[in-house]
Nanobody
Framework: VQLQASGGGLVQAGGSLRLSCAISGQSYSSWIMGWFRQAPGREREFVAAIRRTRPGTRTADSVKGRFTISKDNAKNTVYLQMDNLKPEDTAVYYC????????????????????WGQGTLVTVSS
């Protein structure tokens, strides 16, 4: 499985960035894709996730109202639109995927995700 993340960079507080993550080579026909982030000295934390097959997203309270996750199934790509960025959003952002289980809620624990992309650094200056 390959997860290719892109879109990170340096932005001033209050600015916006859009991250992209394309998945390929997966053995599972349907997926949940999520975004996690890890700041220096801190644990990896859940940001947002989305189902491929049906409407449904989950977003961390810390970014709710500022970050929006979306998908393009035709491109097998998930996006994270980040608006009104704050310095505390500075982190390496990772996309991850897992096989979708329609009987279970969208997972927010990093250990539930089986495939990970390389991180992309987001730096928000004050």
């Amino acid at each position: 499985v390959q997860l290719q993340a892109s879109g990170g960079g340096l932005v001033q507080a209050g600015g916006s960035l859009r991250l992209s993550c394309a998945i390929s080579g997966q053995s599972y026909s349907s997926w949940i894709m999520g975004w996690f982030r890890q700041a220096p000295g801190r644990e990896r934390e859940f940001v947002a996730a989305i189902r491929r097959t049906r409407p449904g997203t989950r977003t961390a309270d810390s970014v709710k109202g500022r970050f929006t996750i979306s998908k393009d199934n035709a491109k097998n790509t998930v996006y994270l639109q980040m608006d009104n960025l704050k310095p505390e959003d500075t982190a390496v952002y990772y996309c991850a995927s897992k096989s979708e289980n329609l009987m279970r809620p969208i997972a927010t624990n990093a250990y539930d995700y089986t495939d990970w992309g390389q991180g992309t650094l987001v730096t928000v200056s004050s």
